[in-house]
């Protein structure tokens, strides 16, 4: 049997999970301006409903059971009068497994429901990440997810030890130890996914996936959330070809230039706090550019003009590697 589901921090962890998986699908359609409605629409349903599983404080009783069968049921009027009529399948598909998450809340009570609702978080975020219209500017809310994700997970496991842990008499678990372990663990396991993400083999640094793997949209400059219609793509991206921007860069791939980043900050419906984050990143990195490029321009120099040397003297560098090699033999 399934061990119950108590601890308020992890019930917190699925509740953002959720939020964020719906908000990316919400941002997919940001050019209409609901974006904002769509996402407190969520994030009220969720609420409402992880709030009726935690307060049955790790036992279904009936009236998270009867709560439960009244979303569903609000659930199957709105997907019949708005999600269908809409968006269609697929894409209506992903809202109704939402709905049946929402109606799923209101029962977990154990640590099986929580994996179950960070599993449906994530095929949210898998499908807005695959969509023909997802492009970087929503790792705003993914990164966020995958915060979420590793919070809530090691939140479960720490309070269920320390439960453990009580059980046994071995001594108290501290709110306050307990609040730095989770924090401690969450840290080491995001430093050392974010060094294996470095070390795996990429086309280019941003791009979320690799020759191996399954193909993105989150890593291409060019596919505007704002572009396209539903999973065509965005027109940019299928005339081919990399967007020119201002100071004659390709940006086909890669991390966008500032002025594609202010670009994309004044696109038609996006949150006024997104809007000024994108802003002042392409102010920064405009100025770390100004900083930087002096320093690789000089770098250049320097290893072009140690090639040149190389060249000029790779008789006397071979003489002297061979000598070495002689000499290490004798030894």
């Not at 709905?99 to 499908?127: D, E, K, P, Y």
């Not at 949209?217 to 070809?241: E, K, L, W």
């Not at 100004?290 to 190389?310: A, Q, S, T």
Request: charged share 15%; net charge positive.
């Amino acid at each position: 049997m399934s061990p119950p589901l108590t601890y308020g921090p992890a019930y917190l962890g699925l509740y953002v999970s959720l939020v964020l998986g719906m908000a990316c699908n919400a941002f997919l359609d940001i050019r209409y301006g609901s974006f904002g409605f769509e996402a407190l629409l969520w994030a009220g349903v969720f609420a409402y409903t992880l709030r009726v599983g935690w307060k049955q404080n790790g036992r279904v009783d009936e009236s998270g059971q009867s709560q439960m069968k009244v979303v569903l049921l609000i659930g199957a009027v709105a997907s019949v009068i708005i999600f269908i009529p809409m968006w269609g399948f697929p894409r209506a598909g992903l809202y109704i497994l939402g709905i049946l998450q929402a109606g799923m809340n209101c029962v977990t009570t154990t640590r099986r429901n929580l994996h179950f609702g960070l599993l449906v978080s994530l095929i949210m975020v898998m499908f807005a990440a695959t969509h023909g219209r997802a492009d970087w500017t929503m790792l705003f809310y993914l990164l966020p997810y995958v915060v979420a994700v590793v919070f809530t997970l090691v939140s479960e496991q720490i309070s269920r030890r320390a439960q453990e842990v009580r059980r046994e008499g071995l001594g108290l678990a501290g709110a306050g130890g307990q609040g730095a372990a989770i924090a401690a663990a969450t840290a080491t396991i995001l430093l050392f996914g974010g060094l294996l993400y470095a070390a795996t083999p990429q086309l280019t640094w941003p791009q979320l996936f690799w020759k191996y793997g399954q193909p993105g949209r989150i890593g291409h400059v060019t596919g505007t959330v704002g572009d396209g219609q539903g999973g065509a793509g965005s027109g940019q991206a299928a005339s081919g070809g990399g967007t020119g921007s201002s100071d004659g860069q390709s940006s086909s791939s890669g991390w966008p230039t500032p002025a594609q980043m202010r670009e994309a900050a004044k696109r038609a419906g996006m949150p006024g706090w997104q809007s000024s984050a994108i802003t002042t990143l392409a102010d920064a990195v405009e100025a770390l550019d100004g900083v930087m490029r002096p320093i690789g321009l000089e770098l250049d120099k320097l290893w072009n003009d140690f090639k040149e040397w190389l060249k000029q003297h790779r008789a006397e560098l071979m003489q002297a590697l061979l000598a070495l090699i002689i000499i290490a033999l004798l030894v």
